[in-house]
């Protein structure tokens, strides 16, 4: 699923004129269209970072995996687009941490391109930037950081945060007409991030044009210190960084307006209304995709991409998948195995419990919770974007009834018991319980019950 915007919040950059808007995407002959155009009067917006209000005088799209799709180790990300052609427009697909509070030389922003639309400074721009530092990795006199922990620092100025490969390193794209529909793709292995581009056909049949193994990365302003008027306290700056072994992002696609001249600005009205199509956005895991890769003949198959719905929701969903095995040569069934016995299903609710009390989610927390660790990041699945009610008592009956807390007996939910809502369940509402129980589970439950004084009943539990 695919949020509008560059975050869930969506929230700008202050350094972008274009305020992202559901209005600006569209679907056009199973295309996504990102629209960038004037708006009279400007439209107001937060903007980081203090979250102003701002007022915007264009507006465009973006979209980013707010539910689903994360890129992960082992996976193959590729999208195959047409970039559009006005002066300061400016399009970028990149990949930045869910959790912000890991440890910090495994948190870095992958930009898998960066792309000026200005036809007199274009420029197709590829690479990797380390945003978080512990402390002491930089000068005791840094002009700009946010702590994200004691020892965690979120580095503002640009020209202190690392940088792979370089401050203007960028690909020139030999034959590729960057204003036709190409494709771009990032491979992330064990130990090795690969960045690919093709006109036509899959851009994983191509030859990676830059790869990051690991290693020595420096600052920005390492590369470009005369940038800062050679006084900047960066130029001697550099880490040691690898790919991580357990990266976490969500990703994003965005298609904004510029207007400075870096950016390929000044941005020209007269461009506008302006286009980026979007073919189709695909995630494969790579055991899926190396059979193809071993072999270029072989096609995609036909349902590795889906379009988006003709009229989308305000938080709509791109449907993709990987290939499947149709697409390979066919291999006799093997017999079936016996059935597995059914699973022990544990349920644990806890009160009061922060997303920085668990370790598997704050490596810094005060009380590392290493069993935990195990069931949730090891083992199974943490998700970084969940609301919870400020009470127990609507958290207990979601838990056991899968519903919203408005959707049993008393409309806001309940917490101390009531005569007239001793049991949020409704009539004719199954509990987990119950449908457990006619999956031939046995159901027991040990603990609080606080607010619902008939939960322990056996109808129910």
Wanted: aromatic share 10%.
């Amino acid at each position: 699923m695919f949020g509008i915007g560059v975050n869930k919040d969506n929230t700008l950059n202050n350094g972008v004129s274009a305020a992202f808007r559901r209005e600006n995407l569209s679907v056009r002959d199973g295309k996504l269209v990102m629209t960038a155009k004037q708006e009279a009067p400007p439209l107001a917006g937060p903007s980081e970072p203090r979250l102003d209000s701002v007022d915007f005088h264009y507006s465009s799209g973006a979209v980013h995996t707010s539910l689903g799709y994360p890129l992960r180790n082992n996976m193959y990300l590729e999208v195959r687009l047409k970039l559009p052609d006005n002066a300061g427009g400016f399009c970028a697909l990149w990949a930045m941490p869910n959790n912000p509070f890991g440890t910090p030389a495994d948190l870095f922003e992958i930009d898998i391109f960066e792309f000026h639309a200005n036809r007199e400074q274009t420029k197709f721009y590829s690479g990797i930037w380390w945003h978080d530092f512990e402390r002491d990795e930089q000068p005791e006199d840094l002009p700009g950081y946010r702590a994200r922990a004691e020892d965690h620092i979120f580095v503002t100025q640009q020209e202190y945060r690392g940088h792979f490969p370089g401050h203007s390193a960028h690909f020139q794209g030999g034959s590729v007409d960057y204003y036709e529909f190409l494709t771009v793709g990032l491979k992330v292995s064990a130990g090795k991030i690969e960045w690919f581009l093709a006109q036509n056909g899959p851009a994983w049949r191509s030859s990676p044009y830059r790869t990051f193994s690991g290693g020595t990365v420096r600052a920005r302003g390492n590369h470009n210190c005369e940038r800062y008027g050679g006084h900047c306290n960066a130029s001697h700056l550099e880490w040691q960084r690898d790919v991580p072994s357990n990266l976490d992002a969500r990703v994003i696609l965005e298609y904004t307006l510029r207007d400075p001249l870096w950016a390929g600005g000044p941005i020209n009205n007269s461009d506008l209304p302006s286009e980026m199509l979007v073919d189709y956005i695909r995630f494969y895991d790579l055991p899926e995709l190396d059979p193809l890769i071993s072999d270029s003949k072989l096609p995609l198959p036909s349902d590795s991409k889906l379009p988006l719905p003709p009229s989308a929701p305000a938080g709509f969903t791109s449907h993709v998948r990987t290939p499947s095995s149709p697409s390979l040569p066919s291999i006799p069934p093997s017999p079936s195995p016996p059935p597995s016995p059914p699973p022990s299903i544990l349920v644990i609710l806890g009160d009061d419990i922060g997303v920085g009390d668990v370790s598997s989610y704050n490596p810094r927390s005060k009380v590392q919770t290493p069993h935990i660790d195990t069931l949730l990041a090891s083992e199974g699945m943490t998700l970084t974007d969940t609301h919870a009610t400020p009470w127990c008592g609507p958290s207990r009956y979601s838990i056991l009834s899968g519903r919203y807390p408005q959707r049993g007996r008393h409309p806001v939910g309940t917490y101390e018991p009531e005569p007239d809502c001793s049991n949020q369940f409704l009539d004719g509402q199954a509990s987990l319980a119950q449908v457990l129980r006619a999956a031939n589970f046995d159901t027991a439950f040990f603990g609080g019950c606080r607010g619902y004084p008939s939960l322990g009943h056996a109808a129910t539990l």
